[in-house]
């Protein structure tokens, strides 16, 4: 990937971080930005002129059409157009909403430009990049075939409703079994994965397609 250009594409309704994105990335020789847009409908209009796209970086919230909508459009018209989400917080609704519509990763805008860099580079190569919230064990274990886990088909079904937005709590309702045994499913998933968030566990799940998206 070294000698490679990565042509990219940035959509964010904020025009000066847009702009001063591009500007940061340029910088870089390995990447090459092909075009920006203010939101998904923009996105529409430009990219076919623009199939060379590889990769786009993606704002979660924008006016007329926001990330998730967005995402949705690429996967199904241009599904080989890697899409990496670009967030404010580290809010797992909006992550877990984002991955379930189909993007590869997340980054936080905060991010350094060599932290997004290796974002990039990652999302092309391997398929998916997530920082911190998912350790890189889970990088490698989902790359790996021969030395998938067992799960119980109530740990399944667990991890199921852990891609919705009900509460642990709610699932537990919805499970008909108590809190304390959801809180052991999900500890029980966390030792078998070597992850530690909600949002490692979707991660996982959609890789796998452990989860019905």
């Known amino acids: 990937m070294e000698n490679e250009t990565i042509n990219i594409a ?5 025009t000066l971080f847009r702009s001063g994105l591009a500007s940061l990335l340029s910088e870089f020789d390995e990447i090459n930005v092909v075009f920006e847009a203010t939101n998904g409908i923009d996105l529409q209009e430009k990219i076919v002129s623009y199939p060379n796209t590889q ?5 979660i919230n924008m006016p007329i059409m926001d990330g998730y909508a967005t995402t949705k459009w690429i ?13 404010m917080f580290e809010d797992e609704k909006a992550i877990i909403g984002m991955l379930k519509a189909g993007a590869g990763g997340y980054m ?3 991010s350094k430009p060599s932290e997004l860099l290796t974002a990039i580079k990652t999302t092309i190569e391997k398929g998916f990049y997530i ?5 890189g064990r889970l990088l490698v274990s989902l ?3 021969n030395t998938k886990p067992i799960f119980s088909e109530k740990e399944l079904t667990f991890l199921q409703f852990c891609s919705t937005e009900l509460t642990y709590k ?18 029980s998933l966390f030792a078998k994965l070597n992850i530690k968030s909600r949002t490692g566990l979707v991660v996982y799940g ?8």
């Open 131 to 135: 920082n911190d919230l998912v350790s």
């Open 108 to 110: 936080l805008k905060e």
């Open 143 to 145: 790359k790996q075939e």
């Open 55 to 59: 990769l786009v970086l993606m704002d």
């Open 10 to 14: 940035i959509v964010d309704d904020h």
């Open 75 to 87: 996967k199904d018209t241009l599904p080989h157009v890697h899409i990496l989400a670009l967030s």
């Open 170 to 187: 709610e699932i537990a309702s919805e499970m008909n079994i108590s809190p304390r045994t959801v809180d052991n499913y999900r500890e």
């Open 206 to 213: 959609i890789k796998n397609n452990l989860i019905k998206i």
